[in-house]
């Protein structure tokens, strides 16, 4: 049984930039498609973009160019680095291969 672990969410400034961790614990994580989904208060999780296995990153329109994909296969571990944060980026973040989901991290973005 895979088990996802995200962190580094908390309150920052707008403007300002975050970096989130999705530990993969037990799998394969090497070969498998990750993403990132948020889902905002009273609002349905959605898709932000996936990485797969050999690092290609995808971004769906809203969040590209300030959001940033990555992953160390060495590590088990996906990053979510968030740059220019607004307030509607505020959200609990998810991790997922596709078949396993973390938990969630809470992102708020608020002066």
């Known amino acids: 049984q895979v088990q996802l672990v995200e962190s580094g969410g908390g309150l920052v400034q707008p403007g300002g930039s975050l970096r989130l961790s999705c530990v993969s614990l037990?799998?394969?994580?090497?070969?498998?498609?990750m993403g990132w989904y948020r889902r905002a208060p009273g609002k349905p999780r959605r898709l932000l973009g996936t990485i797969t296995s050999n690092g290609i990153a995808n971004y769906v329109d809203d969040v590209e160019g300030r959001f940033t994909i990555s992953r160390d296969n060495a590590k088990n571990t996906m990053y979510l680095e968030m740059n220019s944060l607004k307030p509607e980026d505020t959200a609990v973040y998810y991790c997922?291969?596709?078949?396993?989901w973390g938990p969630g991290t809470q992102v708020i973005v608020s002066s």
């Open positions: 037990g799998g394969i994580f090497g070969s498998r498609v």
């Open positions: 997922t291969n596709g078949n396993s």
